[in-house]
C-alpha cells in the first residue's frame, strides 16, 4: 500500500511518532483509536519492507542486527488496540528480536521456513518469503501478507493444524495467556500420558506450539517465542 511504502522509506530515513505516522495516514487524528489500529497494521508492513532492504544489503550478522536496531528505534509505537486483537492476545515481534530468531532458526536455509501466526510477517524477515509458508487467521494481516510474496498463506485456526509438508525450519511468536469462551478459558489437548490421560492447557500458545511441532523433521529446527510459565501449571 502507499501508506507502508511511506513509512518503510520514513523509517529507513529517521524516527518517526504517532502523530508523524498519522500525518502519513493523510491527517488521521491520532486519537481515532480504530482508524489508528488499521494505520498501524498498513505501518506493520511498511515496517517489514524497510527490514527486508537492510538484510538483502548483505550486511553481516553484526551489522544487520545492529541496524535493525536502529530502525527499531525509527519505528512509532504501534500502540492501537481494536477488540479482535485485544482477544487474540496479538503482539508483535521486534524486528531485532526477530532476526535473531531467524537466524537462529536458520530460516534463510530452509527448504520451507513456516510461521502459524504470522501477523504481518514480522518473524519471518531474515528468510527470503518465497521460501515461507504462513497462516494468519486475522484478515486484515492476512491482505498484508498477500502483499509480500510468500510461498503459500493460509488462514486457519493454529490451534488446529501442524506446519505444511516440506517444512523443515519454524519461527513462531504465538498469542499467549487464555482465551476466554462463555466466561471459562478454553482449553486445548497438548499431549497424552503414557497411562492414557490427555493433557490439557489453557494457555493458546502451548497449544499453538505442540500443535506446529507435531510435523517438524528430526533435523529440523525451530525457534518460538512463549509465555512463561511454572513447571505445575498445565
Known sequence: TNLAQAVRDAILAGPVNRRELAKLA???????????????????????????????RGMSTEDTFDALVELYGNQPNLTA????????????????????????ADLAN??????GTAGNGLLTIAADPSRVIVNEINPDRLANLERIGFAR????????????????????????????????????????????????????DHAIAMKSLESLPEDGRAVLILGGRKGTDA
Open 81 to 104: 488496540k481494536d477488540s479482535t486483537s485485544k482477544v487474540n492476545q496479538a503482539y508483535s515481534t521486534p524486528t531485532p528480536l526477530s532476526y535473531a530468531a531467524g537466524m537462529a
Open 26 to 56: 493523510a491527517g488521521v487524528d491520532p486519537s481515532d483509536s480504530l482508524a489508528m489500529k488499521q494505520i498501524d497494521e498498513a505501518a506493520e508492513l511498511g515496517i517489514y519492507m524497510a527490514a527486508r532492504s537492510i538484510i538483502e
Open 153 to 204: 498463506i493460509t488462514q486457519e485456526d493454529a490451534t488446529t493444524i501442524s506446519a505444511p509438508e516440506g517444512v523443515d525450519r519454524q519461527a513462531l511468536n504465538p498469542p499467549f495467556g487464555q482465551i476466554l469462551s462463555g466466561g471459562e478459558p478454553k482449553t486445548w489437548p497438548i499431549y497424552t500420558r503414557q497411562d492414557g490421560v490427555v493433557v490439557m492447557t489453557k494457555a493458546i
Open 110 to 115: 530452509a527448504t520451507f521456513a513456516w510461521d
